[in-house]
Nanobody, 122 residues
């Protein structure tokens, strides 16, 4: 499956952004999806995941209550709604997919998008 993330940009602290990840190439509805992020000089970290059906979601503690992951299997897309953004949310955000794994371990996702930059300013 090919993944294309979009929606990043510059936003003030406290603002909102919605990231999108468009999938193509295979049956999207069979894939569990995840969002990860990588800040400068840091390792790529887990943000959120959603099961193939959308019935289960999972969040990193740092974004719980502020970010919402969702998917639309009819549109082959997964989204990350980010509210109450903080300076520390600045990073390149990546979407990832796997047909078997659902969780927070980046090593277990087989497919990755190219990333979209989110910059939160004060």
């Amino acid at each position: 499956v090919q993944l294309q993330a979009s929606g990043g940009g510059l936003v003030q602290a406290g603002g909102s952004l919605r990231l999108s990840c468009a999938a193509s190439g295979r049956t999207f509805s069979r894939f569990n999806m995840g969002w990860f992020r990588q800040a400068p000089g840091k390792e790529r970290e887990f943000v959120a995941a959603i099961s193939w059906s959308g019935s289960s979601t999972y969040y990193a503690d740092s974004v719980k209550g502020r970010f919402t992951i969702s998917r639309d299997n009819a549109k082959n897309a997964v989204y990350l709604q980010m509210n109450s953004l903080k300076l520390e949310d600045t990073a390149v955000y990546y979407c990832a997919a796997d047909s078997r794994y659902y969780g927070s371990s980046r090593e277990l996702y087989d497919y990755w998008g190219q990333g979209t930059l989110v910059t939160v300013s004060s």
